[in-house]
């Protein structure tokens, strides 16, 4: 069983560079999430999804886009790095959001910004 | 403002020196709170999720509780393989999502 699958699992990336971080999930789950984690400030939502086509911003989506062009796949993308995003980034996809079920996470993706 | 408050931010125990950590939580429209394992170099690990005041749940040498405005995890007998940051989070607020604490990060010496 696969989960959640995050790639690519490090990045360094200079300055004004772009990328995109790929998560996927084989769970058959409706919502998916990006979340960024920083030392001393916890998990942060970046932006999340609640179906297939559908896409909402987070507490922290400023920098970042994304899309939901397939059910199982939730893409990340930065278009111009700046060393504040340097950071942890994690995926995550639950069946709902009525609280009686849980996030599953996938394994992270380091990226540093110089 | 929704918000989720862990204390303290690290422990260190004894092996078999039990303890506590706490999750405040002021949140609107509570639907539920989530405990979380992570280790290092690792995504998080679903815990325990409860729903109501007076909910408990146990596994192995973990119990969660949960009361009107905070719930509690308590380690029995701690081992050193316990030793991970331990995040608390709640379904509820205005756009419905998940909202972390800032983790309780935990050290279990031998």
């Known amino acids: 069983n696969a989960g959640v699958t995050q790639t690519p699992k490090f990045r360094v990336l200079k300055t004004g560079q772009s990328m995109t971080l790929l998560c996927a999930q084989d769970m058959n789950h409706e919502y998916m999430y990006w979340y960024r984690q920083d030392p001393g400030m916890g998990l942060r939502l970046i932006h999340y999804?609640?179906?297939?086509?559908?896409?909402a911003k987070g507490e922290v989506p400023d920098g970042y886009n994304v899309s939901r062009l397939k059910k199982q796949n939730f893409l990340l993308g930065l278009e111009s790095a700046a060393p504040s995003q340097t950071s942890v980034y994690f995926c995550?996809?639950?069946?709902?959001?009525?609280?009686?079920?849980?996030?599953?996470f996938g394994q992270g993706t380091r990226l540093t910004v110089v | 403002e929704d918000q989720v408050t862990q204390s303290p931010e690290a422990l260190r125990l004894q092996e078999g020196e039990s303890s506590s950590l706490n999750c405040s939580y002021t949140?609107?429209?509570?639907?539920?709170l989530f405990w979380y394992r992570q280790d290092p170099g690792k995504g998080p690990e679903f815990l325990f999720t409860?729903?109501?005041a007076g909910e408990e749940k146990e596994k192995e040498r973990l119990k969660a509780t949960l009361t009107k405005k905070e719930s509690f995890l308590h380690i029995t007998a701690p081992k050193p393989e316990d030793s991970a940051t331990y995040l608390c989070a709640v379904y509820g607020g205005s756009q419905g999502n998940l909202i972390f604490g800032k983790g309780t990060k935990l050290s279990v010496k031998p």
């Open positions: 995550a996809s639950s069946y709902n959001r009525k609280g009686d079920t849980e996030a599953f």
């Open positions: 999804s609640v179906g297939e086509g559908t896409t």
């Open positions: 949140v609107s429209g509570l639907r539920g």
């Open positions: 409860l729903y109501s």
